[in-house]
């Protein structure tokens, strides 16, 4: 497994970003400033993008792995990556997400707690409505993680 951080041509991966964020507009509002990072076991598994916020934190604001590949521990590597690499210059990392119990206690079981909430993020800034599975993403949920 290797993780290589991703300089130009962000946007070649722009089908595995979309599945975590599903407008393109929304991906492009972080996407040049943050940085990309893609891990691959033999081929690419998974992606994220994590941004500066202020001196002391960072937000990882896109995680995706491939359909095919979920629940193989590719995520978990790719956010212990990020750790690792963060806690040299940041003391918190914040993710945001949508209501939806097992993306909830994936963060949690990463090492993320629940912070705060940005009501009706989803219905604010988004085209048209958002849905995990059957259920209606509306309010952020955020979480963060010491480094």
Same mark, same amino acid.
């Given at each position: 497994m290797r993780v290589e951080n991703i300089i130009k041509n962000k946007k070649q991966f722009l089908d595995l970003l979309l599945l975590a964020d599903e407008q393109e507009d929304m991906i492009d509002k972080y996407l040049s *400033?943050? *940085?990309l990072f893609a891990l691959y076991d033999d081929d690419l +598994?998974?992606?994220?993008v994590v941004?500066? @916020?202020n001196n002391n934190t960072c937000e990882l604001k896109n995680i995706a792995t491939y359909e095919?590949?979920?629940?193989?521990?590719y995520g978990r590597a790719l956010i212990n990556f990020i750790s690792?690499?963060? +806690?040299?210059d940041y003391q918190t990392m914040l993710v945001g997400t949508g209501k939806v119990p097992e993306i909830l206690s994936?963060?949690?079981s990463c090492g993320f707690k629940k912070s705060h909430r940005? +009501?009706?993020f989803f219905t604010d800034n988004y085209h048209h409505p958002i849905f995990e599975g059957d259920i209606q993403l509306v *309010?952020? @949920?955020y979480l963060k993680k010491d480094l």
């Open positions: *400033d943050g *940085d +598994k998974s992606v994220c941004v500066h @916020i095919e590949y979920q629940g193989q521990g690792n690499l963060y +806690k040299e994936f963060y949690e940005v +009501k009706n *309010d952020m @949920i």
